[in-house]
């Protein structure tokens, strides 16, 4: 019976850590589509008030940077590299000001924001 | 699951036991799954396993749904065709179960029935059973188990205790049987009606 009770506890405590941490990282990843998509989607906007985007930028870095540690605990390393990757190149694009490359670093970035917000979710499509 | 073997487990433990195995070496085989993809899966994995036992044990619905029931092979003298179908167990394999059972002519056999661990437990007709000594009126006090007190010249300490044999009485034990060091004993045990079994060590003369 002792036992018993234990493992409903523990199945219940587990049921609610997975759920808190759930909705933890989709607060992060929310945050992070927010910024991401503040950013304008045509060159133009860059070439004319470039220098009115480098805080959102340097925000989305920063936030990456602070919570990639405790992400990395329940997401496949793999996301992890891709969202890495898309936020490294938005940040040096920018800088270099090749455009092209930081619009398309843009959309990657959302896709992979999406795609583990998606997995990180209590939905069949996080079973399959 | 506890002490017991593979072929008693029960369906759903065989089944977490193998998803357990699999899951335990994802993050070890796979290095780009964090190490909690595979804890935290095993742990839950154990807790259903605790809470559908747990609920087997008290429920007659939950323990039919999860576990199969025993099925009948031979009633009463009768061969179940059906059921020997159904369980897709062959005459041979019967035959064969029946002869690990002491039984070689199928026709001695009053009840087969397979068992939920997939064992087959046969009782004989009453005319092939054998005798016991309840059969010829005799009365046998009850020996209860052997416990052994020396093991290879090493007292055993909880058989010693709950037999409540001191270490004198064992080596007193000892020399009433020709031994007078600990050390020659190979096994010394004693069951419940104090009757004493001693083998002494081979030297290899």
């Known amino acids: 019976m002792k036992l018993f009770i234990f493992c409903i506890v523990l199945f219940l405590l587990l049921t609610t850590a997975i759920i808190l941490n759930m909705h933890y990282i989709h607060s992060i990843i929310d945050k992070l589509t927010y910024l991401t998509e503040s950013l304008p989607e045509s060159i133009w906007e860059y070439q004319s008030s470039g220098e009115k985007y480098k805080k959102p930028i340097e925000e989305i870095y920063t936030l990456w940077d602070k919570k990639i540690n405790y992400i990395s605990y329940s997401i496949d390393y793999n996301r992890i590299d891709s969202v890495d990757l898309a936020i490294s190149e938005i940040y040096v694009s920018f800088s270099t000001e090749d455009f092209n490359q930081l619009l398309l670093s843009r959309q990657r970035l959302l896709d992979s924001l999406k795609r583990i917000r998606s997995l990180e979710s209590i939905s069949w499509l996080g079973i399959f | ?179 007078y060091n600990l050390k020659d004993i190979m096994l010394l045990a004693v069951d419940e009606c104090d009757e004493i079994t001693i083998i002494k060590k081979d030297r290899g003369k």
């Open chain 2, 1 to 179: 699951m506890g002490k017991r073997q593979i072929g008693e487990m029960e369906l759903s433990e065989l089944v977490i036991t193998l998803l357990l195995s699999d899951l335990a070496t994802q993050p070890i085989t796979n290095s780009n799954i964090p190490l909690l993809y595979g804890i935290v899966p095993v742990i839950i994995l154990l807790c259903l396993e605790v809470i559908i036992s747990f609920l087997s044990t008290k429920s007659y619905f939950v323990k039919i749904l999860l576990s199969p029931t025993p099925t009948v092979l031979i009633n009463k003298g009768v061969l179940d065709q059906k059921a020997l179908v159904k369980m897709r167990i062959t005459l041979d394999e019967l035959l064969s179960e029946l002869r690990q059972n002491g039984i070689i002519d199928i026709s001695d056999v009053y009840y087969a029935i397979l068992e939920e661990n997939g064992k087959i437990s046969v009782i004989p007709k009453t005319a092939n059973a054998p005798v016991v000594a309840k059969d010829l009126n005799l009365k046998r006090a009850e020996k209860g188990i052997i416990h052994a007190l020396v093991i290879d010249g090493k007292i055993i300490k909880a058989a010693q205790k709950s037999l409540g044999k001191d270490e004198k009485w064992i080596i007193d034990t000892a020399k009433r049987h020709g031994i």
